[in-house]
């Protein structure tokens, strides 16, 4: 498969919001945030984003192919929420999403969080069927999404070792 995924580092702030950017121009029914909110972003608000460590990049052949995050929800300080994954169309189906939850489960792990969530909206079935094939479950709770709100996304859930 030849990908490697690695936390991206500050001086590679632009690289997330350009791979970003396109993860919500290519496919804007799968994230909750939208291209034209994220499109008024400052740099020193992607500078910040990128600064937590928790950004990675798969890369293959030198090129960027997939892109996730991880945060801790307020609240939740036992759980670490995946975010914002994204792998590029000429590198689907190749394993790379499975690769970037690996790199993310660990990471989440390792600050001591027991659990990995991660919302999937409604329709979603590509991803939806990638997370249970990870083993994570759903778990009932059923949010809005807020990019549209006539839709739902779900909560899964992972215990982490
Ligand atoms: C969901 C997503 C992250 C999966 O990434 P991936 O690296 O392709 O994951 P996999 O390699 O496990 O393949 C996932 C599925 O795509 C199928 N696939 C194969 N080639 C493909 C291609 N060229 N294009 C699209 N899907 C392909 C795989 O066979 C697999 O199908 P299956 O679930 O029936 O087995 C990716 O499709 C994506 O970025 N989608 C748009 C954004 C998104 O939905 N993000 C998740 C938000 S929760």
Not at 49 to 68: H, N, W
Not at 113 to 121: D, W
């Amino acid at each position: 498969m030849g990908v490697t995924v690695s936390a991206a580092a500050v001086a590679e702030w632009r690289t997330v919001r350009q791979v970003r950017l396109r993860a919500l121009a290519a496919d804007p029914a799968a994230f909750g945030s939208t291209l034209a909110r994220e499109l008024a972003f400052d740099d020193d608000l992607w500078r910040e984003r990128v600064a937590t460590g928790r950004t990675f990049l798969a890369r293959r052949d030198g090129a960027v192919v997939g892109i996730a995050s991880f945060y801790a929800e307020p609240g939740r300080e036992d759980e670490r929420q995946l975010v914002g994954m994204w792998v590029a169309p000429e590198a689907r189906g190749s394993g790379v999403a499975a690769a970037l939850v690996g790199v993310v489960r660990r990471a989440a792990a390792a600050e001591g969080a027991t659990r990995l969530t991660l919302f999937v909206a409604e329709g979603n079935e590509p991803a939806r069927r990638l997370y249970e094939r990870l083993g994570f479950q759903p778990t009932g709770e059923v949010l809005e999404l807020t990019s549209d709100p006539c839709r739902g996304q779900e909560r899964y859930a992972l215990a982490l070792a």
